[in-house]
Structures are given as C-alpha cells and as structure tokens.
T-cell receptor, first 112, second 113 residues
C-alpha cells in the first residue's frame, strides 16, 4: 500500500486561498480518483482519470480542478478554498475498470 | 447517474452474532460491487467484491450476495469479532464500463464482547 502516497497529511488554509493536494502512485495504474469524506455523506467522487490527459467530473466537482500530465501523478487543486471544502480527501488508484481501488492515507484539509 | 443507498447507518451486535448490511443501486448497467472496511483514522480497504455474473461470493466469515433484478446487494459477516468494528462502505460502478465507483454513505458496525 505504500505505492500510493498523498501529501500533505494535514493542511490548514484560509478562505479564498488556492491549495493543491498531491497524489502519487508507483504502480503505473491507469485509473486514478479523488474522493472527499464527510460525516453523513460517505465518500463522494470529485474527479477521476482513466489515463494521462483524460479526466472526468464526478458527483461534486464544483470548486475543484485536476490535471494528469503524467500517469503517476494526479493533483487536486482548490482554486479558491471555502469552508465547505473542509474535509478529508482520499486519492485512489486502480489498474483497470471494474476493479478494486487502493486508497492513499488521506489529506485532512481545514479551511478557516 | 448512479445512486447507492446503504442501510442501516449504524449496527450494534454482540460478539459471535451475524451482521448484515444492505445496499441498493439505481443504474441497471452497473456490474461491479465492492465492499470496503474503514477503521478509525485509516484509509478504506477492499474486503470483498462481486460482479454481475455471480450471485454470491464467500471469503471465510464474509459473504456478499447480489440480486440484479432487484438491484440490491448485501454484506454478511458471521461470527463477528471485536476487530470487525469499523465503518463499512458498499459501492457500485457508475456504468457498464466501470470507470469509477459511487459509494454508499457507510454503516458503522460495533461489535461488543
């Protein structure tokens, strides 16, 4: 499981600031995903990517931007952070469709 | 789009009892249904999955059943132990291509000894 790493583990930022969460995997998995986890909402899909330079919106994409210039990296950017984006963010990867994910350790983001 | 409903939201059992968690999904094209376990402060981890061409799958004390006609699937844990205490999530693929998963809201299972 050390093959997928997220950074930072914890982040506090101010409202209106841009912040980028990093995700890196060493397996060359084609598929990568970003979820946010909030009490009472479970895991909600933000964005996903099937390959380098291919990204798609999930359930809750507003306020977020992603890129995937290299297969191993899938950064998530909050362009102008809001308090409602305070959450735990999980990155995950999968080698093919209809296959299990491996999750990163998560980033706990607090927007004040 | 796909919607996954999960019940119950909390479940308390005595050690040794069985636990059942149920999920329903909306997209009839979905064909992959995994279950994840998340311990407090940890990442979700895959514990078992089932595909649409199979009705039931077992792995030791854990089993999953799928009813495609009714669009529901269930997780069964037998002989529960305190270490089974965690949050359990069901998920369904967003479409037949299975490019992403939509998760239920989770069930907090507490096993008391």
């Amino acid at each position: 499981d050390a093959g997928i790493t997220q950074s930072p583990r914890y982040k506090i930022t101010e409202t209106g600031r841009q912040v980028t969460l990093m995700c890196h995997q060493t397996w060359s998995h084609s598929y990568m995903f970003w979820y946010r986890q909030d009490l009472g909402h479970g895991l909600r899909l933000i964005y996903y990517s099937a390959a380098a330079d291919i990204t798609d919106k999930g359930e809750v994409p507003d306020g977020y931007v992603v890129s995937r210039s290299k297969t191993e990296n899938f950064p998530l950017t909050l362009e102008s952070a809001t308090r409602s984006q305070t959450s735990v963010y999980f990155c995950a990867s999968s080698e093919r469709p209809n296959y299990g994910y491996t999750f990163g350790s998560g980033t706990r983001l607090t927007v004040v | 789009g796909e919607n996954v409903e999960q019940h119950p939201s909390t479940l308390s059992v005595q050690e040794g009892d069985s636990a059942v968690i149920k999920c329903t999904y909306s997209d009839s094209a979905s064909n992959y249904f995994p279950w994840y376990k998340q311990e407090l402060g940890k990442r979700p981890q895959l514990i078992i999955d089932i595909r649409s061409n199979v009705g039931e799958k077992k792995d030791q004390r854990i089993a999953v059943t799928l009813n495609k006609t009714a669009k529901h699937f269930s997780l069964h844990i037998t002989e529960t132990q305190p270490e089974d205490s965690a949050v359990y999530f069901c998920a369904a693929s967003v479409n037949q291509a299975g490019t992403a998963l939509i998760f239920g809201k989770g069930t907090t299972l507490s096993v008391s000894s």
